[in-house]
C-alpha cells in the first residue's frame, strides 16, 4: 500500500438537509434535519481514503478552539496521523454551511484556517514518509496557492506521485496559471463545472483536450454522468455513475477522489479506477454530511461486482 499525505484545509460542516429549496433574501426555509460533521475536500478525501485501508497523513492547520478539537479528533478517529496539524491560537477553524435539497446544494463557507498552510509548513522530510501527495481546494488555499508548484516539484524530485482536485473557484475568475501548474502534477480531478472554468471549455471533451499536456491525467467528475477521461486516441472515455438511494451528496466529489486515488496508487487499470472512484463517490451519499458513510473496501467491491 502507498503512504499518502494529503496537504489540505480542515473545517466542520453544518448540513443542512433535505431543505424546502435554498435560502433566499428575505426568505426563511425549513430543513428536515441538521448536523455538525467533519468537513473540508481534503479532509473528507483522508477520510475516505482511510475508511477504504490506505495509511494516510494530513497536514494542516486549525485554531485552537471546538471546531479544531473536532477536526482533529476525527481525523485520528479514522486511523490517520495528524503529528503534521498545527493548532494556531491565532486562527479560528473554518466553517461550511451545507444546504442541500433533493437535487443538488450550495454551500457558505467562513474561511478561517482554510487558506493559512504554506508550502514551507510541508517540509522535506514531511514529504520523504509518504509516495503519494494529494492536494484539495486549490482556490480555498490562498497561502499555498501561489507555492503548490513549486511544492509539487519538491513532491516529485522526493519520488512521490501528485494529485490534485481544484475545487470551486467562489470569485468565478479560474486564473491562467493552469498550463503551468498541471506540468508538475501527475492526476487532476475537477468536476465538470471547475474543468468547464479553468479550460474556458463548455464540453467535457473540450476541455479535457484544452489541459492535455503529455504527463497530467485528468478526470473530469460528472455527477450523475460518472466521470469521463481522453483515450489513447484523444477521444471521451467515459465510466457510468452507480444509482444508489442518495441522502445527501456533500462530499461526493471527495469521495470519488479517495476512490479513484485508491484504485490508481494500485496500478489497476484506468477504467477500473474510474469505477472505484464513480463507486466511493455514489456511496458516500447514503448518509448525511461527507464522511458519516462513505465506503470501505468490501462495500466498494460489492457495488462494484453487482453491476460488473
Known amino acids: 500500500m502507498k503512504r499518502i499525505l494529503v496537504a489540505g484545509e480542515l473545517n466542520v460542516d453544518l448540513v443542512f438537509r433535505d431543505c424546502q429549496a435554498f435560502p433566499a433574501p428575505g426568505r426563511e426555509v425549513l430543513a428536515?434535519?441538521?448536523?455538525?460533521?467533519?468537513?473540508?475536500s481534503s479532509m473528507i478525501c483522508a477520510m475516505g481514503?482511510?475508511?477504504?485501508?490506505?495509511?494516510?497523513?494530513?497536514?494542516?492547520?486549525?485554531?485552537?478552539?471546538g471546531w479544531g478539537g473536532f477536526c482533529v479528533s476525527a481525523l485520528q478517529g479514522a486511523g490517520i496521523d495528524v503529528a503534521a496539524v498545527r493548532r494556531d491560537p491565532g486562527l479560528r477553524t473554518g466553517i461550511t454551511a451545507s444546504f442541500s435539497t433533493s437535487s443538488d446544494r450550495a454551500l457558505v463557507t467562513f474561511a478561517g484556517a482554510i487558506g493559512a498552510l504554506r508550502a514551507s509548513d510541508i517540509d522535506d522530510a514531511l514529504l520523504a514518509t509518504a509516495d503519494h501527495l494529494?492536494?484539495?481546494?486549490?482556490?480555498?488555499?490562498?497561502?499555498l496557492r501561489p507555492e503548490l508548484k513549486s511544492l509539487f516539484a519538491r513532491a516529485s524530485a522526493l519520488g512521490l506521485s501528485t494529485?490534485?482536485?481544484?475545487?470551486f473557484d467562489p470569485e468565478q475568475r479560474w486564473g491562467n496559471e493552469w498550463p503551468c501548474l498541471l506540468s508538475e502534477v501527475d492526476l487532476f480531478l475537477p468536476n465538470d463545472v471547475e474543468l468547464a472554468g479553468i479550460s474556458g471549455c463548455e464540453?467535457?471533451?473540450?476541455?479535457?483536450?484544452?489541459?492535455d499536456n503529455g504527463r497530467t491525467r485528468t478526470v473530469v467528475k460528472r455527477s450523475r454522468h460518472g466521470c469521463a477521461t481522453l483515450d489513447g486516441a484523444g477521444g471521451l472515455l467515459e465510466s457510468?455513475?452507480?444509482?444508489?438511494?442518495a441522502v445527501d451528496s456533500t462530499g461526493a466529489g471527495d469521495s470519488f477522489d479517495a476512490g479513484f486515488l485508491h484504485a490508481?496508487?494500485?496500478?489497476?487499470?484506468?477504467?477500473?479506477?474510474?469505477?472505484?472512484?464513480n463507486a466511493c463517490g455514489a456511496l458516500s451519499t447514503r448518509g448525511v454530511g461527507g464522511t458519516a458513510r462513505q465506503a470501505d473496501a468490501a462495500e466498494a467491491?460489492?457495488?462494484?461486482?453487482?453491476?460488473?
Open 32 to 40: 428536515e434535519d441538521a448536523m455538525v460533521v467533519p468537513g473540508s
Open 49 to 65: 481514503l482511510a475508511r477504504l485501508g490506505n495509511p494516510v497523513a494530513f497536514a494542516g492547520k486549525v485554531g485552537v478552539d
Open 134 to 143: 494529494h492536494v484539495s481546494s486549490y482556490y480555498l488555499q490562498s497561502a
Open 163 to 167: 494529485s490534485l482536485d481544484p475545487g
Open 203 to 211: 464540453s467535457p471533451l473540450d476541455g479535457l483536450r484544452a489541459l
Open 240 to 245: 457510468p455513475a452507480f444509482a444508489v438511494d
Open 264 to 277: 490508481w496508487l494500485r496500478g489497476l487499470p484506468l477504467a477500473e479506477a474510474m469505477r472505484w472512484g
Open 301 to 308: 467491491h460489492a457495488l462494484l461486482g453487482s453491476a460488473a
